[in-house]
């Protein structure tokens, strides 16, 4: 398989349209997207819930996360997710999301997500998604 290789210009917009929709879009929003970009064992996983029911609910019914810290993971997942998805498609943002990545010392970016505080987590996660945007 060929790599495929972007421009940097679209690189960089995917990148700033991702952190700007994060800051914008509802959290209910974004799971929507991830359920529809990811699944919702993905999301569930990234967001350290144990039951995809919850998330069911924020997208079915419009309802919001209240623990901070869930909020937190599910706009880095978003971000993440959005970036990733808008230059490689959302087949490669699941890859990225669930595999060994060598920027996190071989862990998954979900499994850091959903095990580590995610105001620790996140420049970490977010350096891993841009090397690999940036090949």
């Known amino acids: ?6 421009p940097a210009s679209d ?5 700033e349209a991702a952190f700007k929709a994060s800051l914008t879009t509802k959290p209910s ?4 997207y991830l359920v529809e970009t990811i699944g919702y064992r993905f999301t569930t996983a990234g967001i350290g819930l144990a039951d995809a029911r919850t998330v069911k609910r924020w997208v079915e019914e419009g309802a919001e996360p209240r623990e901070h810290d869930v909020v937190a993971r599910l706009n880095i997942l978003y971000r993440l997710t959005s970036a990733v998805a808008n230059v490689y498609g959302p087949s490669v943002a699941a890859a990225f999301l669930r595999s060994a990545n060598p920027q996190l010392d071989d862990e998954s970016p979900l499994l850091l997500l959903r095990n580590g505080d995610p105001q620790i987590v996140q420049r970490p996660l977010l350096g891993a998604a841009r090397a690999l945007l940036e090949g």
């Open 1 to 6: 398989m060929a790599n495929t290789v972007h």
């Open 29 to 32: 929003e974004q799971a929507a």
């Open 11 to 15: 690189i960089e917009n995917a990148w």
